[in-house]
């Protein structure tokens, strides 16, 4: 079974920052790009973030862009998402996620998310 497990969220300041972590079993963590997604309160989930199966290519949404960082421990099964500069609207429920099925990521297994509030 697949488990994906967020932690690292939290109440931050504006341009403060976060490392968000994502423990994963239940699947061949290596053989998967991941993602990061995320949903503000009263608005759909959107894609943050993606890293491919090893780690050397990175995508970002351009609402994260040179703030955000992707990363990832293959030998730990672990992904991570480094948050700098946070901004109001960065407010929301972070979750991890892996393709599943023929769907997009609104529809692949995601863990209880995280969640991060920036606020002063």
């Known amino acids: 079974e697949v488990q994906l497990v967020e932690s690292g969220g939290g109440l931050v300041q504006p341009g403060g920052s976060l490392r968000l972590s994502c423990a994963t079993s239940?699947?061949?963590?290596?053989?998967?790009?991941m993602y990061w997604v995320r949903q503000a309160p009263g608005k759909e989930l959107e894609w943050v973030s993606t890293?491919?199966?090893?780690?050397?290519?990175?995508y970002y949404a351009d609402s994260v862009k040179g703030r955000f960082t992707i990363s990832r421990d293959n030998a730990k099964n672990m992904l991570y998402l480094q948050l700098n500069s946070l901004k109001s609207e960065d407010t929301a429920m972070y979750y991890c996620?892996?393709?599943?099925?023929?769907?997009?990521?609104?529809?692949?297994?995601r863990g209880q998310g995280t969640q991060v509030t920036v606020s002063s």
């Open positions: 239940g699947f061949t963590f290596s053989s998967y790009t």
């Open positions: 996620t892996k393709p599943e099925g023929t769907g997009g990521y609104r529809d692949w297994p």
């Open positions: 890293i491919n199966n090893g780690g050397i290519s990175t």
